[in-house]
C-alpha cells in the first residue's frame, strides 16, 4: 500500500493541491492500511482511500448542504467498506456511528466550520478506539465562530470528564 501519494496518481485520482499535501502529512503519522478510518467534511474519492492507501473501511461524513455529485459505479464497487453520510458530524449518535470502532478521524479544513466544536471533538472522541487517532488541519483560525482559547480549554475539559466516566 503506499504511504505517499505521488503528483501523477493524484492528477489520475483528481486529488487536488492540499488535499494531496494534507492526506500525505496524515500518512507519515498514521499508517492508514488495514484502518477502519472516518473522514469529517468527506472530499476523498473512494479508490484512493481503499485501493491505493489500503484502508479497511472509510466512511465519510459530510454536511447535507454539500453534497457530490459521486460517481455511481466507485460507491457501488466499494460499498461493502466505502460509507459516505450526509449529516451534521456532531449530531450523529450511537445507532449511527458505532463507540471505539474507528482507527482514525480525519478532518481537513472543516473543523472552522462546525459550530458545536466541543460536540465534536466529543463525537469524535466516542468513536475512537483507545489510542485512536484524530487528525485534523484547520483553515486560518480566524474564521472559528467563537473564541479559540474558549474552544481548546472546554474541549479538553470535556475530554477528561469522559476519560473519567
Not at 60 to 77: A, C, M
Request: charged share 20%; aromatic share 12%.
Amino acid at each position: 500500500m503506499l504511504r505517499f501519494i505521488p503528483d501523477e496518481l493524484a492528477i489520475e485520482r483528481g486529488i487536488h493541491g492540499y488535499h494531496q499535501n494534507f492526506l500525505n502529512a496524515f500518512m507519515q503519522y498514521f499508517d492508514p492500511a488495514g484502518a477502519n478510518i472516518l473522514e469529517i467534511g468527506g472530499a476523498f474519492n473512494p479508490t484512493v482511500a481503499l485501493e491505493d492507501i489500503g484502508a479497511r473501511s472509510w466512511t465519510s461524513v459530510q454536511h447535507p448542504d454539500f453534497k457530490y455529485n459521486e460517481k455511481r459505479e466507485v460507491l457501488v464497487k466499494h460499498r461493502e467498506r466505502y460509507t459516505l453520510i450526509y449529516k451534521s458530524f456532531e449530531d450523529l449518535d450511537e445507532s449511527e456511528l458505532t463507540s471505539n470502532h474507528y482507527d482514525a478521524v480525519f478532518s481537513m479544513a472543516c473543523f472552522e466550520h462546525i459550530p458545536r466544536l466541543i460536540q465534536t471533538i466529543g463525537n469524535a472522541h466516542r468513536i475512537l478506539r483507545p489510542n485512536g487517532m484524530l487528525y485534523s488541519i484547520f483553515a486560518p483560525i480566524w474564521s472559528v465562530q467563537t473564541d479559540i482559547t474558549f474552544l481548546v480549554t472546554n474541549c479538553r475539559s470535556y475530554i477528561q470528564r469522559e476519560q473519567l466516566t
